[in-house]
């Protein structure tokens, strides 16, 4: 270290500002020398981190009366165009980028003009930027093409799907993704995501980090209207990069008939990292479930919640067979899983379930409904139904269950029927079994006194926790 301080002083700066931002507060504290030469930097230093660590369009720690202001802000960025623009005139910036909410891209800036909504002094550092693209020439995409289709969307007001994907090419240390509510994947931005998913998997270049090969988690976000929804396949890709052990989509739709097709592009080691996935809101058929479990061996949480597609009319859901899906892809390694109804426009489908199949299940949460529809299948006369419905919709791994009522006619029977005897049959059936939680959405006083009197002395014989929720459990397999 003296050889290294007693370098003169215009090579140490330079070293400084190479530091930035992964090693610029060890370097600042390794002695008085290098610290007063750290000094003027430390202001900026810390304005990127707060802007850009964890990241969102239109962040600011100013006041702001007026969205058009956003735009002359010197840290803020309101478009995937502006955050390219921030990283081509200082490419330091792509560094401190840790957490991206990408969601609000396009909606600071529709509507306005391109001179309001960009910087121009800019656009020579943007189009050298783009023109020596590495990605760009993997994917085979001509740079004076892909700048001019940003231009065309900046020149019309709206959101570019060319700026988002371009500025996924430029984040060496990105942990956490959230793609743009307006994601709508096109030929020559697939092209280039399939670059940056083959780089992600090289071994890196000394000093030179692929982007996006550090990403842990990955999220997604629309609406339930028909133009916004998040289809499925469109996920596949960013779930094969190397790290990514958790998926959130909010409002993901996914269709058996259409999903198979897009699985040999990007699928030739399956989702190998990931862990956890959680769907909520989403519409995904029994088909496509299970076609995107069978490339997760090592998933251990599973989160979904139904809501009824919004593309007109009733739609029944077979939640028999979406369960029954879910048990033949991931029966053998699935730890956590949770079912749930956000809204459903239709019936669920009569059938019988079984979860047997769930070797190392510990935590479940189910509809209600499920016994329901198993009892209708069943028959209301058929002498030994009671142990069939105790042993099968909870799997003898399970020490965590959680039923939601969802107010479908006949619960209480149900309830009544899954919990006979339950002292006398938990031994043999459920053994592993600690703690039972019941919801409603409704309040939780429309449950029999007499008939939770009869729960609570089964369970409490049984050496069970019951407890009436008012709410779901909340859990997310990522403590």
């Known amino acids: 270290m003296p050889a290294f301080t007693q370098l003169p002083n215009e090579p140490l700066e330079n070293a400084i500002l190479h530091s930035l931002p992964e090693g610029f507060e060890s370097l600042a504290l390794t002695c008085k020398h290098l610290y007063a030469l750290c000094t003027p930097h430390i202001k900026h230093h810390n304005r990127l981190r707060w802007h850009f660590d964890s990241f969102e369009y239109g962040k600011t720690d100013l006041v702001v009366q007026h ?17 390219i623009a921030r990283i081509a005139v200082e490419p330091t910036v792509a560094h401190y980028v840790g957490e991206a909410d990408f969601e609000k891209d396009g909606q600071f800036t529709r509507g306005i003009s391109h001179t309001f909504a960009t910087d121009t002094s800019r656009d020579e ?20 093409e892909y700048y001019a289709a940003i231009e065309d969307d900046l020149d019309a007001a709206r959101y570019s799907q060319y700026a988002a994907a371009f500025v996924l090419t430029l984040l060496p240390n990105l942990k956490v993704l959230k793609l743009p509510r ?15 998913m083959r780089r992600s998997k090289r071994a890196p270049i000394p000093h030179h980090k692929p982007s996006m090969a550090q990403v842990t988690r990955f999220e997604v976000s629309a609406s339930q209207d028909v133009d916004e929804s998040f289809h499925l396949d469109w996920a596949t890709c960013f779930l094969t990069l190397p790290h990514v052990r958790s ?19 990007y699928l030739p080691n399956g989702f190998q990292s990931l862990e956890a996935v959680h769907f909520m809101s989403a519409s995904i058929d029994d088909k496509a479930i299970a076609g995107f479990l069978k490339h997760t061996p090592n998933l251990k949480t599973l989160r979904y919640s139904h809501t009824t597609n919004n593309n007109g009319g009733l739609q029944d859901w077979d939640l028999c067979r979406f369960v029954a899906a879910i048990e033949r892809e991931t029966g053998s390694h699935l730890v956590e899983l949770s079912i749930s109804i956000d809204e459903l426009r239709g019936s669920i489908t009569l ?15 189910l509809p ?4 329901i529809c198993t009892l209708h299948a069943l028959g209301e006369h058929q002498s030994n139904y009671s142990d069939l419905v105790l042993g099968d919709p909870i799997p003898a791994s399970v020490s965590q269950l959680s039923l939601i009522s969802h107010g479908m006619d006949g619960w209480e029977k149900a309830l009544s029927i899954l919990f006979r005897d339950f002292a006398a049959r938990k031994g043999s059936q459920v053994a592993a079994l600690k703690e039972i939680y019941l919801s409603w959405p409704i309040d939780v006083d429309d449950l029999d006194e007499k008939q939770y009197a009869t729960l609570a002395v089964e369970t409490q014989k049984a050496g069970v926790v019951l407890d009436i929720l008012s709410d779901p459990l909340t859990w997310d397999g990522e403590e």
């Open 67 to 83: 969205k058009l202001s956003l735009h002359v802000l010197p840290y803020t960025a309101c478009s995937a165009f502006n955050l």
């Open 125 to 144: 550092a943007v189009t050298r930027l783009l023109a020596e693209s590495s990605y760009l020439r993997e994917a085979g995409l001509e740079w004076q």
């Open 182 to 196: 307006e994601w709508k994947p096109v030929a020559a931005t697939n092209k280039l995501l399939e670059a940056i």
């Open 247 to 265: 998926f959130w989509g909010l409002g993901c739709v996914g269709t058996g008939d259409g999903y198979g097709a897009i699985t040999s592009a």
């Open 351 to 365: 059938g019988k379930v079984s979860m047997r199949g769930f070797c190392r299940l510990e935590k479940l949460e």
């Open 368 to 371: 209600l409904e499920i016994t």
